[in-house]
């Protein structure tokens, strides 16, 4: 069975600060998304990392893939209360192309 | 479409009951699946269509649960003789077929079993 653990699994800090996300699986993936997720929506993809090691900027977020594509972080810098949500890895099983979804991080970012 | 719509969005049921949701994904996405997601949990993955066809259908809790997808489109999520346990939000996700596509989601539909 493949699982992709996610953590912290809660994370309250203030604006400003810097954190990361980590997500890890014993098992290899196609390819990896990041999501965030708001309170009565659905995940909204924020990135795709494909290629091991590779590493992708989105503003103040970085993503990172691992060189074996087993785990993956993200890095918020400088933290704003608009990042607030929930965060969810998703790795894509390279077989059966099921998406294979993280235990979430809930992000709380205090003004 | 331009995203994946889902309906109803909210859907509270008595205990017992049969309930059908719908999802209709973005317009050539191949690919569709569904998710359920309790309350500020992670994503339980419940079935993907290729096509009309199930490959997977492995994540579905009971016999209860049954989905089918038809013309390749639109896709219904059925839950007979609902239980209290089955309240969660009911994710839909599209996407293309192929390894490094991305999957799009739908608002859900929140369904509260009373």
């Known amino acids: 069975t493949q699982l992709l653990e996610q953590s912290p699994q809660f994370l309250s800090i203030q604006e400003g600060e810097n954190l990361t996300v980590y997500c890890n699986s014993s098992?290899?993936?196609?390819?990896l998304q990041w999501y965030r997720q708001e309170p009565g929506e659905g995940p909204v993809l924020l990135v795709t990392?494909?290629?091991?090691?590779e590493v992708k900027k989105l503003k103040r977020l970085t993503f990172q893939f691992g060189d074996a594509r087993k785990d993956s972080s993200l890095h918020i810098t400088a933290a704003q209360p608009g990042d607030t949500g929930l965060y969810l890895c998703?790795?894509?099983?390279?077989?059966?192309?099921?998406?294979?979804f993280g235990t979430g991080t809930r992000l709380k970012v205090l003004a | 479409g331009a995203g994946v719509s889902q309906s109803p969005s909210n859907k509270v049921t008595e205990k017992g009951k049969d309930v059908e949701l719908r999802c209709d994904p973005i317009?050539?996405?191949?690919?569709l699946y569904w998710y359920r997601q309790s309350l500020g949990q992670g994503l339980e993955f419940l079935i993907y269509?290729?096509?009309?066809?199930?490959?997977?259908k492995s994540g579905l809790p009971s016999d209860r649960f049954s989905a089918e997808r038809t013309g390749g489109s639109v896709s219904t999520l059925t839950i007979q003789r609902t239980q209290q346990e089955d309240s969660a939000v009911y994710l839909c996700?599209?996407?293309?077929?192929?390894?490094?596509?991305?999957?799009?989601f739908g608002q859900g539909t929140r369904l509260t079993v009373v």
């Open positions: 996700a599209s996407s293309l077929q192929g390894p490094n596509t991305e999957a799009f």
């Open positions: 098992s290899v993936f196609s390819s």
């Open positions: 269509f290729q096509g009309n066809s199930a490959p997977d």
């Open positions: 317009s050539g996405h191949t690919a």
């Open positions: 998703a790795g894509r099983d390279s077989g059966t192309y099921k998406y294979i």
């Open positions: 990392v494909v290629t091991g090691g």
